[in-house]
């Protein structure tokens, strides 16, 4: 007889998981055991792991027969996120020169294009 793993297992597992990345993250950024550079790359590996965990534990990706319409959707969420954050990114750098006085933007200009 084949058993079936618990639902309710699979839910506990990935809460404890994701509780243990949470609190590594946490005592990272609160212990200043490293410097600020390599602290944000291990903060976004722990989020990366985190993000695995819940796709696995919570959303059941790739756990059925046939998984290719959820995985479909799913990279059109990635896409989407990525969109979102590079285009926020770009806006907020272009904000420092929305930001200037008239005065300072004639200076911009003058220095950028030269006239």
């Given at each position: 007889m084949k058993r079936t793993p618990s639902p309710?297992?699979?839910?506990?597992?990935?809460?404890?998981?994701s509780l243990v990345l949470t609190l590594a993250a946490y005592l990272l950024v609160t212990g200043r055991l490293?410097?600020?550079q390599v602290l944000i790359y291990l903060i976004a590996a722990l989020?990366?792991?985190q993000f695995g965990v819940q796709m696995v534990f919570f959303l059941h990706l790739g756990q059925e027969s046939r998984p290719r319409w959820k995985l479909l959707v799913m990279g059109f969420m990635v896409m989407v996120v990525v969109i979102l954050v590079v285009g926020s990114i770009w806006i907020m750098n272009n904000l420092s020169y929305h930001s200037l006085s008239p005065s300072q933007v004639n200076t911009y200009i003058h220095n950028q294009d030269g006239l």
């Open positions: 309710l297992a699979a839910y506990v597992t990935g809460f404890g998981l490293f410097s600020n989020a990366l792991i």
